[in-house]
C-alpha cells in the first residue's frame, strides 16, 4: 500500500478513488494527502507545494528545489528549511522591512548584504 491509513476528514477519498487514481490525482484533489504517502517523490511533493504551500511541512526531503519554491510561495516556510540557500537568504533580505520576524533565517554572505 502506498498510502498510509486515511483519518476521517479524509474519508471522502473512497477505497475506489485509491485504486483508480495515481498518486498524482490524488494530489491534485487534495495536496494534503501527502502527509500520508510512505514514498514521496521529489516529483509529488513538489506539485503538493505548488498547490497549496502549507503542504510543505509534510514533505520529508526537502530539496533545495522544493525548499526555494516553498518560500517562493510563503516566506514563513523558511521556518521549515534546514539550510537556506543565499537565494533564499535573498528572498527574505528583499521583504525584511515587511517582516522583520524573518532576519533571524537570513544567512549573511556579501550578496545578500548588498
Known sequence: MILMELPDPYH??????????SLSDLI????????????QTPELCM???KLNQKTFVYVRN???EI????VAR??????YVNNPTEE???MLARNVRYHPEYLE????????CM
Open 12 to 21: 471522502s477519498v473512497t477505497q475506489f478513488d485509491l485504486k483508480a487514481l
Open 28 to 39: 491534485k484533489k487534495n495536496p494534503f494527502i501527502l502527509k500520508y504517502v510512505k514514498d
Open 47 to 49: 506539485e503538493a507545494v
Open 62 to 64: 526537502k530539496t533545495d
Open 67 to 70: 525548499c526555494k519554491e516553498a
Open 74 to 79: 510563503n516566506l514563513n516556510n523558511i521556518k
Open 88 to 90: 533564499m537568504c535573498m
Open 105 to 112: 533565517y537570513i544567512i549573511m554572505t556579501p550578496n545578500v
